[in-house]
């Protein structure tokens, strides 16, 4: 077993790829669940070891639902060109297809794209097999993050490139057709790390933090804590003239990879919530991800959900940690994405001193209640995606879907959950046990193309 913790335990890579049809299944699947679960994963080829665990070659994993079936499973690497070795920098600056493509897969305008936010996006076919780099037809110059957000409401694909050099942030709107309508450029944004983002209905909020662009960091991802780098909240109206009025505002010290959600309340004040890490944290959490002796026990080590409310007439920002457990990969109903969500969804994990284990958490807004699915000893859920239920008429009324990784039985299982009261529905035994991984999305079949599905 290897000595890098993000090549052992659940995230021992698979060495290989496979395809299985006719799954078994406990329980009743519901028959709406008609599409494919696909989720991402760093996943380096046997006998390659990256400086880092986001470095690890991206491997997507589907499986395919219809009608009450698990019809297939299959992984795929996703083949890029630094899949077999090319640089990032060459003699003429970045490439940015030499990409890992190992953080996220999404849908957008029909077309499947696999995402690493220091790259371009790669196209995948409905079943998993890579098309190529895709840059919009020419009209993405610039990096894409792996956590773009489609609005609900109007179907646009809402996505930013952040650099280390300037521009350090340039802001994209893609149609729903999936045509760039527009891109700017976003003043005042420095080279701190930023991973996520969030949309409201009005405003789009980027969020700076400690972590920052650092050459002289060697372990492949250029970026450090840096106390003399602020943290703050970027709040900028949508459209394309919005960036001429962004106004920032202080935080306290803290890094955010993941936002759960941001929303204007009654007030019109910006709430944006996720989970988030101190500096011990992020010292740990880096730690394991690079495999340095002095490291947290999980990948995210001190990460607890923030809630912050700016006043944008005031100027004031109450910021307050309202959760003690440790979690992380929040997820939430999507059609309440930018707007105000009572039900909000994470993994939790164990804490710096290994208490507490791994489960599915459901939190309630408006309750304050927090309830775990537990999935067991030896047990690492996956990403909980929420797919609405047919005829749905409550936020919750739906499925959270996640794979788990059984260390003991060497074995995955895809677990259907009921998003309301977080009772297992179903469960679809894999044929392989699937490496701990990062985020997937659910795509219904109606929105690909599948004429010419194998």
Same mark, same amino acid.
């Given at each position: ?33 008609? %599409? ?19 470095? %690890? ?55 499947? #794209? ?23 037809? %020419?009209? #993405? ?196 994405? %930018? ?60 499925? #959270? ?54």
């Amino acid at each position: 077993m290897s000595s890098k913790p993000y090549l052992s335990g659940h995230y021992t890579p698979a060495v290989d790829e496979t395809s299985a049809t006719d799954l078994t299944v406990e329980g009743l699947l519901p028959p709406e669940l008609t %599409g494919r679960l696909i989720r991402n994963s760093h996943n380096p080829k046997a006998g390659v070891t990256p400086s880092h665990w986001f470095k %690890g070659s991206g491997m997507v994993h589907g499986i395919r639902l219809r009608d009450g079936r698990a019809e297939w499973y299959r992984n795929r690497w996703v083949r890029t060109p630094a899949l077999e070795g090319a640089p990032y920098m060459t003699e003429r600056g970045p490439d940015l297809t030499a990409s890992s493509a190992g953080t996220h897969v999404i849908e957008h305008a029909g077309k499947l #794209l696999a995402l690493c936010e220091s790259n371009f996006p790669f196209e995948l076919t409905p079943d998993l097999d890579t098309v190529g780099a895709y840059d919009f037809t %020419g009209k #993405l110059r610039t990096v894409m993050t792996a956590h773009p957000k489609t609005d609900p409401a109007t179907g646009e694909l809402h996505f930013f490139g952040s650099s280390p050099f300037p521009p350090f942030l340039t802001y994209h709107v893609a149609n729903p057709k999936g045509e760039i309508e527009y891109s700017v450029d976003i003043p005042d944004a420095t080279p701190s790390l930023k991973h996520d983002f969030a949309i409201t209905r009005n405003h789009v909020v980027f969020v700076e933090g400690n972590v920052t662009f650092d050459p002289s960091e060697h372990s492949g991802i250029p970026y450090a804590w840096s106390d003399e780098q602020l943290s703050r909240i970027g709040i900028m109206p949508r459209g394309r003239h919005g960036a001429a009025h962004i106004r920032w505002y202080s935080i306290e010290p803290g890094n955010m990879l993941h936002a759960t959600n941001a929303y204007e309340d009654a007030q019109g004040r910006i709430v944006l919530e996720g989970p988030t890490v101190d500096r011990e944290g992020f010292r740990l959490s880096w730690n394991w991800w690079t495999g340095a002796p002095d490291r947290g026990t999980e990948p995210n080590t001190r990460s607890y959900t923030r809630r912050w409310i700016v006043d944008t007439a005031t100027g004031q920002v109450d910021e307050q940690i309202i959760d003690d457990l440790a979690v992380e990969f929040p997820t939430l109903n999507d059609d309440f994405l %930018g707007a105000e969500n009572r039900y909000s969804y994470a993994v939790s994990f164990p804490d710096q001193k290994g208490f507490g284990g791994y489960g599915i958490v459901k939190y309630d807004r408006t309750t304050g209640a927090r309830r775990i699915h537990q999935v067991g000893d030896a047990r690492l859920p996956s990403e909980a995606v929420f797919v609405p239920a047919a005829g749905a008429t409550n936020e919750d009324d739906g499925y #959270l879907l996640t794979v788990i990784s059984d260390l003991k039985q060497d074995a995955s299982k895809l677990l259907v959950l009921d998003a309301s009261g977080l009772e297992q529905l179903a469960a679809v035994h894999l044929p392989r046990r699937v490496t701990g991984g990062i985020h997937g999305s659910w795509i219904p079949d109606t929105a690909l193309d599948l004429s010419e599905e194998s």
